[in-house]
C-alpha cells in the first residue's frame, strides 16, 4: 500500500482516504465539564490505513477526544462512528443511528457508534485499542505476563468458561499457544524479547512505552490510538517508534490515530494531520497544507511562549520540522 499523502488535495478532497474511507468519524463532539468546554463542536475523519494525527498546544482538548473515542468519557453531544469494511456505508450509519441500537455487524463490515458503547465493548468489539499519556502497565507482571492479560478474552472464551474448559479442553490450549505466539511476535517486533520476564516496571521508560504499543497490538485492533507516545523518549528512541508505526500501518494494515507533542515525529510520519486549540479544530489536511496554515503556526508560537522558549529557535524548529532544506537560521517560518 503507498501512502500518497502528496498526492492528495490539499484540505482533503474527495481522493483523501479520510474522506473516502474513513474507518473513524467523529462528528459534532463536544465535551463540556462543567462550565468548561474541553472539546467544542469538532468532526473530523480519519482515514483507514493511514496514521492521522491530533495535534494541539497543551490543554486543546486531545485527551479528551480520546477518551470520548475510547469510552472513557460519554460526550456531551455527538456522534463517533467506528467503521469495519470499506467505505463510508452511510445507509448503515443512518440505520443503526435511528434503530438506538449501539453497533451493527455483518460479516466483514460493521458500524459501531462509540459514544453509545462501554470501553470494554469499544476494544473487544469495535477494536479500538489505546495506550495512555501515563503508562499504565501491570508494573509487577512480566513483559509477556502484560501481553498474555491483554489477551484475556479469546481466551476465556476458549475455556468454556469454566475452570475445566482451562485444564482439559484443546481448544484452549491452542488458544493459549496461539496467545503465546502473538505475545512472542509483538515482543520481538518492539524490541522487547530478551526483556521478556522482566517484571514490566523494571524496564526504561522507552521500553515501556513500547510494551505498551505492543499490549495494544495484542487485542488485534483495526485502529490503534496513541497519546504521545514519543513524550519522554530520546531521539534514537523516537526514530525507532516512528519505523513501528509505519510497520504497524503498512505491514498489518492496522489505523493509528496518534496525539504528538513533537512536530518533528507528526510531519514526517502522518498521511493526516487534525489540529486542535482551545477545543476547536483550526486545521485538517496532509502535512503540507497544515505546516503552511499561519493559524497553526500562530498557535505553536502562542505556546512556546508561555514557555518562554526564544522565538528564533522556534521558527527554527518549525521550519526544520517542515522539512525545509537549507540551514534556515533566524530565517522566516
Ligand atoms: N475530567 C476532567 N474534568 C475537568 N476538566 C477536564 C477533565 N479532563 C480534561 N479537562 C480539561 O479539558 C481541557 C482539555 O484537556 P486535555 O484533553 O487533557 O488536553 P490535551 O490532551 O490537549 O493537553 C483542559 O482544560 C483540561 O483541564
Ligand atoms: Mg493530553
Same mark, same amino acid.
Given at each position: 500500500?503507498?501512502?500518497?499523502a502528496?498526492?492528495e488535495?490539499?484540505?482533503?478532497?474527495?481522493?483523501?482516504?479520510?474522506e473516502?474511507?474513513?474507518?473513524?468519524?467523529?462528528?459534532?463532539?463536544?465535551?463540556?465539564f462543567?462550565g468548561?468546554?474541553?472539546?467544542?463542536?469538532?468532526?473530523?475523519?480519519?482515514?483507514?490505513?493511514?496514521?492521522?494525527?491530533?495535534?494541539?498546544?497543551n490543554?486543546a482538548?486531545?485527551?479528551?477526544?480520546?477518551?470520548?473515542?475510547?469510552?472513557?468519557?460519554?460526550p456531551?453531544?455527538?456522534?463517533?462512528?467506528?467503521?469495519?469494511?470499506p467505505?463510508?456505508?452511510?445507509?448503515?450509519?443512518?440505520?443503526?443511528?435511528?434503530?438506538?441500537l449501539?453497533?451493527?455487524?455483518?460479516?466483514?463490515?460493521?458500524?459501531?457508534?462509540?459514544?453509545?458503547?462501554?470501553d470494554?465493548?469499544i476494544?473487544?468489539?469495535?477494536?479500538?485499542?489505546?495506550t495512555?499519556?501515563?503508562?499504565?502497565?501491570?508494573?509487577?507482571?512480566?513483559?509477556?505476563?502484560?501481553?498474555?492479560?491483554?489477551?484475556?478474552n479469546?481466551?476465556?472464551?476458549a475455556?468454556?468458561?469454566?475452570v475445566?474448559?482451562?485444564?482439559?479442553?484443546?481448544?484452549?490450549?491452542?488458544?493459549e499457544?496461539?496467545?503465546?505466539?502473538k505475545?512472542?511476535y509483538?515482543?520481538?517486533?518492539?524490541?522487547?524479547i530478551? @526483556?521478556? %520476564?522482566?517484571?514490566?516496571?523494571?524496564?526504561?521508560? #522507552?521500553?515501556?512505552?513500547?510494551? +505498551? =504499543?505492543?499490549?495494544?497490538?495484542c487485542?488485534?485492533?483495526?485502529?490503534?490510538?496513541?497519546d504521545e507516545?514519543?513524550?519522554?523518549l530520546?531521539p534514537?528512541?523516537?526514530?525507532?517508534?516512528?519505523?513501528?508505526?509505519?510497520?504497524?500501518?503498512?505491514e498489518?494494515g492496522?489505523?493509528?490515530?496518534?496525539?504528538?507533542?513533537?512536530m518533528g515525529?507528526v510531519?514526517?510520519?502522518?498521511?493526516?494531520?487534525?489540529?486542535?486549540?482551545?477545543?476547536?479544530?483550526i486545521?485538517?489536511?496532509?502535512?503540507?497544507?497544515? @505546516?503552511? %496554515?499561519p493559524?497553526?503556526?500562530?498557535?505553536?508560537? #502562542?505556546v512556546?511562549?508561555e514557555? +518562554? =522558549?526564544?522565538?528564533?529557535?522556534?521558527?527554527?524548529?518549525?521550519?526544520?520540522?517542515?522539512?525545509k532544506?537549507?540551514?534556515?537560521?533566524g530565517?522566516?517560518a
Open positions: 500500500m503507498v501512502a500518497a502528496g498526492k488535495a490539499p484540505t482533503g478532497g474527495a481522493s483523501a482516504r479520510w473516502s474511507d474513513p474507518i473513524l468519524s467523529v462528528e459534532h463532539l463536544t465535551m463540556r462543567g468548561l468546554v474541553a472539546v467544542g463542536d469538532l468532526s473530523f475523519n480519519a482515514g483507514r490505513g493511514d496514521i492521522t494525527a491530533l495535534i494541539g498546544p490543554g482538548g486531545k485527551t479528551t477526544v480520546f477518551n470520548c473515542v475510547t469510552g472513557f468519557y460519554k456531551t453531544e455527538g456522534r463517533i462512528v467506528m467503521r469495519h469494511g467505505g463510508r456505508q452511510a445507509e448503515t450509519v443512518e440505520e443503526v443511528t435511528n434503530s438506538g449501539r453497533w451493527k455487524k455483518e460479516g466483514d463490515k460493521g458500524i459501531f457508534l462509540l459514544e453509545r458503547m462501554p470494554h465493548e476494544a473487544h468489539r469495535a477494536k479500538v485499542a489505546r495512555f499519556q501515563n503508562i499504565r502497565l501491570f508494573g509487577g507482571m512480566t513483559a509477556l505476563e502484560n501481553l498474555l492479560v491483554a489477551q484475556h479469546p481466551l476465556v472464551v475455556s468454556g468458561f469454566t475445566g474448559g482451562i485444564f482439559g479442553l484443546p481448544s484452549y490450549r491452542k488458544a499457544q496461539a496467545a503465546i505466539e505475545a512472542v509483538w515482543l520481538e517486533r518492539t524490541r522487547l530478551d @526483556r521478556a %520476564d522482566d517484571p514490566a516496571a523494571d524496564l526504561p521508560y #522507552g521500553a515501556q512505552r513500547r510494551l +505498551e =504499543i505492543a499490549r495494544a497490538m487485542t488485534d485492533p483495526q485502529l490503534l490510538c496513541l507516545p514519543a513524550a519522554g530520546n534514537r528512541e523516537s526514530a525507532e517508534l516512528n519505523e513501528l508505526l509505519k510497520f504497524i500501518r503498512d498489518h492496522t489505523s493509528v490515530l496518534l496525539i504528538e507533542h513533537d515525529v510531519m514526517e510520519i502522518s498521511d493526516h494531520i487534525v489540529v486542535l486549540d482551545y477545543g476547536v479544530k486545521s485538517d489536511g496532509d502535512a503540507e497544507t497544515v @505546516r503552511n %496554515d493559524n497553526v503556526i500562530a498557535a505553536y508560537l #502562542g512556546e511562549e514557555e +518562554e =522558549i526564544d522565538i528564533p529557535e522556534v521558527l527554527e524548529d518549525v521550519s526544520a520540522a517542515a522539512g532544506a537549507g540551514t534556515g537560521k530565517g522566516k
